[in-house]
């Protein structure tokens, strides 16, 4: 059981470059969510998916987009990475069902833009 | 809006010292809580959540926090801390949606024990 995973853990990009974030879960959870830390900010929304088939924006959805693959899988999107993205993003999933809110996440991937 | 803060962003405890961690909501129901922990270059850890019921939970690695709805806070506490505690540590409010869940995060207290 290797709960989140996420690929790659380290990537380098220049500007105006894409490259997709993948996650995946193995705990049968409904929700994927995917977050971005940035020092002295926390942890702020980017997209989630509530369900297999749906996505919405979070708090810091411009620049991104995502895809909810299956009910495992929830990739992130950089479309023309800038040097704001320069970030960790973190995956997390949660299941809503047993309505204990807790969310597990993944190791993380940090993302340079040059 | 729903939100979360932690007034410290740094504290240094030393080693066997007691260690109390702040955080306040703002949050116009019954809140769901969470205090996560992070070490270096890893992802976050559950250290304990607040539903309901008890305002004094237990969680891993001796931790505990206390609920009071009067203060609006929800601290967390260690009665002895160990070198290896050293570690940001995330205030989170669980925010229902029909949609789904989600977390607002507390910008995070960096917590530095010394020898």
């Known amino acids: 059981n290797a709960g989140v995973t996420q690929t790659p853990k380290f990537q380098v990009l220049k500007t105006g470059q894409s490259m997709t974030l993948q996650c995946a879960q193995d705990m049968n959870h409904n929700s994927m969510y995917w977050y971005r830390q940035d020092p002295g900010m926390g942890l702020r929304l980017i997209y989630y998916?509530?369900?297999?088939?749906?996505?919405d924006k979070g708090e810091v959805p411009n620049g991104y987009n995502v895809s909810r693959l299956n009910k495992r899988e929830f990739s992130l999107r950089l479309e023309s990475a800038a040097p704001s993205q320069t970030s960790v993003y973190f995956c997390?999933?949660?299941?809503?069902?047993?309505?204990?809110?807790?969310?597990?996440f993944g190791p993380g991937t940090r993302l340079t833009v040059t | 809006a729903q939100s979360v803060t932690q007034p410290d962003i740094h504290i240094t405890v030393s080693e066997g010292a007691s260690l109390e961690l702040r955080c306040n909501y703002s949050y116009g129901a019954t809140p769901y809580l969470f205090w996560y922990v992070q070490s270096p270059g890893q992802g976050l850890q559950l250290l304990l959540k607040y539903f309901s019921g008890d305002t004094l939970v237990q969680g891993i690695k001796g931790f505990e926090a206390e609920f009071k709805r009067s203060q609006s806070s929800f601290n967390l506490r260690k009665p002895s801390v160990h070198w290896s505690d050293a570690a940001e540590y995330f205030c989170a409010v669980v925010i229902l949606t029909g949609g789904g869940n989600k977390l607002t995060f507390g910008t995070g207290t960096q917590l530095k024990v010394e020898l």
């Open positions: 998916s509530a369900s297999e088939g749906t996505t």
């Open positions: 997390a999933s949660s299941d809503m069902g047993t309505a204990t809110y807790e969310q597990y």
